[in-house]
């Protein structure tokens, strides 16, 4: 289980037999002594057991080595224990056993994470993409005149490439604008062709109207 019982968050309130002896926080890797305590394997190996005494501080019994052993019971039922997704207070909120804790963390939306291009941004796990496109000066990117300019690189060296291509882009532009300018006047001129062709056959149906209009009425 977690190394540091201060970055867990239990739903219910920690019961004292899943709390450690020595450092008073739930157990990580518990061990029980002969006299019936428990401890965490750091707080016994790293702290009872080097002291000069050696005793248990609730008992004042003294331990050896030998008379320690791995509670696997005791952490079977820690792990069963719900917690709260430690990324509670970024807006997780997540809820399950302590043992699946490690799993949620590695698919976690709030999770933070470094990130992966080397900027060293730290980013929660779901805004990473949106990072990658909008801020990340490491994200590969183009040239916005892709199509006249292949530049490809991060968006740091785009920075670089714009301002020593201003001209050449300048110019860019410029025919860019050019050539939309001709497409409109060419689709003017289509619609002023299509316009007057429309004119043309409607003035022609009115005169084929009235033509039959007067030898319908001839007939009469």
Avoid at 2 to 7: H, L, P, S, V
Avoid at 13 to 36: A, I, M, R, W, Y
Avoid at 131 to 149: E, I, L, V, Y
Wanted: net charge negative; hydrophobic share 35%.
């Amino acid at each position: 289980m977690a190394a540091n019982g201060n970055d867990i968050e239990f739903v219910q309130p920690l019961q004292d037999e899943f709390k450690c002896t020595f450092c008073k926080l739930v157990l990580c890797t518990p061990f029980q002594t002969s006299c019936g305590h428990r401890y965490c394997e750091r707080c016994i190996k790293e702290n009872i057991l080097t002291s000069g005494s050696k005793m248990c501080p609730e008992d004042n019994t003294v331990i050896s080595m030998e008379q320690i052993f791995p509670d696997k019971f005791c952490n079977r039922e820690i792990m069963k224990l719900q917690i709260f997704c430690s990324n509670k207070h970024r807006g997780c909120n997540w809820t399950g056993p302590l043992k699946f804790s490690k799993d949620h963390q590695s698919e976690c939306p709030k999770h933070l994470l470094v990130c992966p291009k080397g900027c060293e941004a730290i980013v929660p796990r779901s805004e990473m993409e949106n990072h990658f496109a909008c801020a990340c000066p490491c994200a590969d990117t183009t040239c916005p005149m892709a199509g006249q300019c292949d530049f490809q690189g991060s968006r740091a060296e785009l920075r670089e490439h714009l301002a020593k291509k201003y001209v050449e882009h300048t110019f860019m532009v410029k025919d860019k604008m050019s050539a939309m300018q001709s497409d409109i006047e060419m689709v003017r001129e289509q619609q002023e062709v299509f316009m007057t062709n429309q004119q043309d056959e409607v003035l022609t149906l009115r005169n084929d109207v009235a033509n039959l209009r007067a030898l319908f009425e001839s007939q009469l």
